[in-house]
């Protein structure tokens, strides 16, 4: 019997009375597929990327409130909440769990952090003074800190607030997670992210999700044609 398995591995809908008929978000391809199909998490890092639209922060923020993290991020447990704008698919979902793995985990929202860190004052329990950090230099905390174990990681465009440099240093916080056994979803734009060594990734697009190599995701084209000759792109502007 194999008890070294990930936190999840597959999460399938279970109650689609809970979503609409038609219109968001079942009307974005990679939903539909998540809701038909499910979809199948291995060991490691999985990285959704497609452009804005596509439904990757979506099926993200869906994943992490099925786990039970708070949609607007934080910890396990966390309850952390100000207004309600995620779609019922995190309510459609069942996370089926690996045999005896961690049910902890961390959900890193990009544009809700600010929120979570305001959260952990009023509990007394900010151990890290996040607010007296830059916003780069608090998401870095952020991993720093909360980023261990073997538990499950969902975040969304994390490298909003980060440089190139500190880019590079999100994926060497998580090739340790990895090596510590946990397992991470993540929802990125960035091409110095996707490009991780071992990750999976899987592109988001009207074709729904799609596994992907790093060299040909659209993402990757676009960036090296722009780098090479800005002027093609910003004359049409």
Not at 76 to 99: C, K, Y
Not at 114 to 138: A, I, K, N, T
Not at 224 to 233: G, N, V
Request: aromatic share 8%.
């Amino acid at each position: 019997m194999d008890f070294d398995q990930p936190p999840v591995l597959r999460v399938e809908a279970a109650d689609r009375s809970v979503l609409p008929a038609r219109g968001w978000p079942v009307d974005i391809p990679g939903v539909a597929q998540v809701v038909e199909d499910g979809l199948t998490l291995g060991k490691g890092v999985t990285f959704l990327v497609g452009e804005n639209g596509s439904g990757k922060s979506t099926i993200v923020e869906a994943v992490a409130a099925a786990y039970g993290l708070a949609p607007e991020g934080g910890s396990t447990g966390s309850q952390h909440a100000t207004r309600r704008t995620e779609s019922a698919l995190g309510d459609a979902l069942v996370v089926r769990r690996g045999l005896a793995a961690s049910r902890w985990g961390f959900f890193l929202r990009a544009e809700t952090m600010h929120g979570w860190y305001s959260y952990l004052e009023s509990l007394g329990d900010d151990d890290v003074r996040f607010h007296e950090m830059s916003h780069g230099e608090s998401f870095l905390a952020v991993l720093e800190t909360r980023f261990n174990g073997k538990g499950f990681f969902c975040l969304d465009e994390p490298e909003a607030a980060l440089s190139f440099t500190s880019t590079l240093g999100l994926v060497a916080v998580l090739q340790r997670v990895v090596a510590a056994g946990g397992q991470v979803l993540c929802a990125t734009h960035s091409p110095v992210l996707a490009a991780m060594p071992g990750a999976r990734i899987l592109e988001v697009g009207h074709w729904g999700l799609r596994e992907a190599e790093w060299a040909d995701l659209d993402l990757v084209r676009h960036w090296r044609a722009f780098l090479a000759a800005p002027e093609r792109y910003l004359r049409h502007l």
